[in-house]
């Protein structure tokens, strides 16, 4: 897990340079004739799309069929369990720390009492014009793990078992994963009722990263919401099939994870 804390720094320290320096070596290269793209990333990389989306439509010709996909990049501005604000004071750090305050969205900027809060999807995602699939489970381990009870919210490890097994969890850690779920659920409500061109794919899995792999996109035995893989839910979105608007019902129901946690 703490792979990813490192994938954030490293990469986007210098990250609108690199994402920059990546596109104007690809234009040249066919990307300035493709007539369908799709920008995807997990995790930090997930995160990432939403920051970059708008960017690569522009730069793409106005004839491409342009799509942006974020995979577990949903990190909820999201209280611990000791109502800290753990999630937002890293991210806050981050920006400062890395100067891109002015690179998040200036329409979503000036419209909250907080701007930086605009480095959650779940605030910047209304200003974003590309269609967009949200692609996240609602028990994402890596935010569970350190945004929701990260370490110094649980000094006497209550959560230790919890936290590799779900089926060890109390009630109560049931009940405060759930209220994750909801949090994440509401944050989505908009997108999910009035995104015409959107795609949403919210199961119930311990996972983190679902498309890269594929045994999670599309194997006989991957996750599955109301029968369909996260590749068959991603390619009716994509190329407008059908609407694609999926919530699986709460744990312990979803027996298609593949969980991280036993
Ligand atoms: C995309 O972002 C880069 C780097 O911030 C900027 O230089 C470029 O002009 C943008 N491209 C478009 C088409 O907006
Ligand atoms: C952002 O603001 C600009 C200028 O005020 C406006 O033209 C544009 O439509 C806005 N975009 C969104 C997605 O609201
Ligand atoms: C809340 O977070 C702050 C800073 O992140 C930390 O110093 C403090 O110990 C935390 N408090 C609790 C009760 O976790
Ligand atoms: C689920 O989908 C598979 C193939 O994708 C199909 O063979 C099976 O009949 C479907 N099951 C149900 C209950 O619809
Ligand atoms: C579109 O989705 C609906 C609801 O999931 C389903 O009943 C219908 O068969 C789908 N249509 C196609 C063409 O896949």
Redesign the pocket.
Known sequence: MELHLLEILCFTIKGQRIWHAIILDLLPKGLNLANKALLSGCSAGGLATFFHCDNFTRTLPKTATVKCLSDAGFFLDVRDVTLNHTARVFYENLINLQGIGKYLDKNCTSSRYYPHQCFFPQYSLAYIATPYFILNSVYDVYQFHHHLVPPSADLHGYWNHCKIRPTSCTPNQIRILQGFRSQMLRDLTFFYGFSKRGGLYLNSCFAHCQSESQDTWFAPDSPRV?N?TIAEAVG?WYFG???TKVVDCPYPCDNTCHNLLS
Do not use: L
């Open positions: 109301n369909k009716d099939r059908n609407v």
